[in-house]
């Protein structure tokens, strides 16, 4: 999929270095097609590293894909150049009005607060209560799953013993979901977070459904019945070493119990370099999520959406 991003953006050189499709302002504007249009909702400290992550895993399908990275103005960002995102970032006030074919909500290190003492959380509620009817499907991460499913269906989220950071097994219940087309029996993919959603929470709401599972670090997959939702636990966008350098900042920020990453080194020895098992899964995943539930439901004329929240959906 032609990625249409600014020229500019930090991301670019390192996409095209991967033989990632990248198209120009000028090629997007003449091709005679409608892009889908995607909102990124960037809750990571590091926005740069996950705008590429997420912008190398939305770019395998043969259609033109416009991007607009939102982010939050109640939180003061830190790690990142105020230039960065007055450059190439938007306000909810800047796009209130606009609809989007798609939207993507991270995940953020907040998981530790209560949800009603994250400082944006106002915000992120107006954002999320904004999406019901101004975009057609989204895609939620970890902190972002969590939070997601706590504000539409009231499931809360629990501390466990110690943070989960690995690569873990998963199997699927859903086989014959499009969301898993192509998928193997089992996959693996990162998790890394210090909190979880109890299965027997989602079961109890008729609208949800529990695609995929892992024995050691439970629910991973979730959708609602009109696959207008889909909430995942883990990070499949993560690169080789994400995993590694959190698990170095942890230690130099002297925090306690900060256990190596499962299934992640090779012979659970930091020193050598991660082995990658999770890459094209995770590909595959977004790719899915695009084509089925973005791509083949979204109306062409993207102010419907509205419109067709009110008709017939159907439900893959």
Not at 43 to 58: A, H, N, S, Y
Not at 122 to 150: D, N, R
Request: glycine share 4%; net charge negative; charged share 25%.
């Amino acid at each position: 999929m032609p990625i249409r991003i600014p020229n500019s953006l930090p991301a670019r050189s390192t996409l095209t270095e991967e033989n990632i499709f990248v198209i120009t302002e000028y090629r997007a504007l003449h091709q005679d097609i409608r892009p889908l249009k995607l909102l990124i909702l960037n809750l990571m400290p590091t926005k740069i590293v996950t705008e590429t992550q997420l912008l190398r895993k939305l770019s395998n399908t043969p259609l033109q894909v416009e991007i607009d990275l939102l982010h939050t103005i109640s939180h003061d960002s830190k790690n990142v150049d105020a230039a960065h995102l007055e450059s190439f970032y938007v306000s909810h006030d800047d796009i209130r009005d606009k609809y989007y074919d798609g939207m993507i909500i991270t995940g953020a290190p907040v998981e530790n607060l209560d949800f009603a003492d994250v400082d944006y959380w106002p915000e992120l509620c107006e954002i999320m209560e904004w999406s019901k009817t101004h975009v057609h499907s989204t895609f939620h991460i970890c902190w972002g799953a969590q939070a997601g499913l706590y504000y539409h269906f009231g499931i809360q989220k629990h501390s466990l013993p110690q943070k989960l950071s690995g690569i873990f097994s998963h199997r699927i219940l859903t086989p014959n979901s499009p969301f898993f087309r192509g998928f193997d029996d089992s996959f693996n993919a990162p998790h890394s977070r210090y909190t979880y959603v109890k299965a027997e929470d989602i079961e109890k709401v008729p609208e949800l459904e529990i695609l995929a599972v892992s024995d050691e670090a439970g629910v991973y997959a979730v959708k609602n019945q009109k696959s207008r939702m889909f909430f995942i636990f883990g990070h499949p966008e993560y690169d080789r070493d994400t995993l590694a350098l959190e698990y170095e900042r942890d230690l130099k920020k002297g925090l306690k119990d900060v256990h190596v990453p499962v299934h992640y080194f090779p012979d659970d020895d930091p020193t050598k370099e991660p082995f990658v098992s999770w890459r094209a899964h995770a590909q595959l995943m977004y790719t899915n999520w695009l084509n089925y539930y973005v791509y083949q439901t979204t109306p062409y004329v993207i102010n419907n959406i509205n419109a067709d929240l009110e008709g017939e959906e159907k439900n893959i």
